[in-house]
């Protein structure tokens, strides 16, 4: 009786997982986008191959590393898989090593590799709506040596659920010079761009125009004159139930998350409403926008009132699809960076290193984004790939055109 147990104990058990993907060519492929960052070290300190460092970097990232040691503690768990794809001249890299060489890679270099491999994605996609919004990196900040947190703008498409680029604004200046920088930095023609209050300027709407875009900017008390005028325009129109006016209407209900969400989005073309102070200077300008937002709690009802304006034609619709995707940069991205990679309690701080991480974190939100073989949270994910060779390849494979 005990060895046909032990013969029926044995035949349930399964041999570890092999990856059955090639490693070696997939890893490479991906490898390939990163290979333009200039090595920032003095030739006779490079021990480590600055590719071996970025990718076990960007591998422990994906498996929820969170800091130098991380990244050291993945490499050494996963070192006889990594040398099946990786040289390793000299083993796994120290902490230090890991934090010396992301402090001294320039951003802007490691962002064009960035861009580079999102381009590839974007091409075979395409992309309709980009939101743009700007992050506080909390952590960041150094009180001693008098150092303000780190600050960026993403720009992100809902549609395909990818951060498509990553701009830092500059400690003396504010989003409003960083946002023009990253519409450079991105070829975002025949997109629909939406961007919160803080980049609701003249020179930006001009700039999206020129890039051959359309904008739907948020309109808030920054704007007083404008906010007041279309407020009390929509305010005195919903009063006669819009009569005899121009105007689009979309209805929308949404249930979830112990909650009912009524939405109502109008929209009327400039063209209809009395003279707006200084529209003019709002270059592709055509309509106006207000959103009506009913939310019922089990113990509440909420509502709250949003205006916008937008170079699109009054489409109720359209626009307010395109407002509804802007609100998952908030959800998707920034909620995520903070509950699954906690990236505000960071302290990685000094030189460059706090915005190459933040761009590890990306690239690592991106590429578990894509996969989609597992249907399970970005959590879930990541762990699955900390713990699984075939799963992590199978994540770089998504990640590739």
């Known amino acids: 009786m005990l060895i046909g147990f032990e013969k029926n104990k044995k035949s349930k058990i399964k041999t ?18 990163f290979t333009q960052v200039k090595d920032p070290r003095v030739e006779r300190t490079r021990l480590h191959l600055l590719t071996d460092i970025i990718t076990i970097a960007i591998l422990a990232v994906i498996a929820g590393a969170e800091g130098w040691e991380d990244i050291e503690e993945y490499g050494l768990n996963k070192q006889e898989w990594l040398e099946t794809f990786l040289e390793l001249p000299f083993g796994i890299p120290s902490p230090d090593t890991f934090r010396r060489v992301f402090e001294k890679i320039k951003p802007k270099e490691f962002e064009q590799c960035f861009q580079r491999w999102v381009q590839s994605l974007v091409e075979k996609l395409g992309v309709e709506v980009v939101a743009i919004d700007g992050k506080t990196h909390r952590g960041s900040y150094d009180r001693g040596l008098k150092l303000k947190a780190l600050h960026t703008v993403s720009a ?185 990679f906690h990236e505000d309690e960071s302290r990685i701080r000094s030189l460059h290193s706090p915005q190459n991480f933040a761009l590890l974190r990306r690239i690592a939100l991106n590429a578990l984004e894509r996969e989609s073989s597992f249907h399970r949270s970005i959590r879930q994910k990541s762990r699955r790939a900390a713990m699984n060779d075939r799963y992590m390849v199978s994540v770089l494979m998504a990640a590739l055109p």
Not at 173 to 195: H, K, R, V, W, Y
Request: charged content about 20%; glycine content about 6%.
């Open 156 to 340: 992100w498409s809902s549609e395909h659920r990818l951060v498509l680029g990553q701009m830092k604004v500059s400690s003396k200046s504010n989003e409003i010079t960083a946002i023009p920088a990253l519409l450079d930095m991105l070829d975002l023609s025949g997109c629909i761009i939406t961007i919160d209050a803080m980049g609701t300027q003249k020179l930006i709407a001009e700039k999206i125009i020129e890039g051959d875009s359309d904008y739907i900017l948020s309109l808030k008390d920054n704007h007083p004159t404008l906010h007041q005028q279309v407020k009390h325009w929509f305010d005195t129109s919903l009063s006669i139930g819009f009569q005899g006016l121009d105007v689009s209407i979309s209805k929308r209900i949404e249930k979830g998350h112990h909650r009912i969400e009524k939405r109502t989005v109008y929209t009327v073309p400039v063209s209809k409403l009395p003279g707006l102070h200084e529209q003019d200077l709002w270059i592709g300008l055509k309509t106006v926008v207000m959103v009506v937002r009913s939310i019922q709690h089990w113990n509440k009802t909420t509502q709250e009132v949003q205006f916008y304006i937008t170079s699109l034609d009054s489409d109720a619709n359209k626009i307010g699809s395109a407002i509804r995707q802007h609100w998952g940069i908030e959800n998707s991205v920034h909620w995520t960076l903070d509950v699954t």
């Open 16 to 33: 570890p997982c092999i990856p059955s993907l090639d490693s070696f060519e997939i890893t490479n492929k991906f490898q390939q986008y």
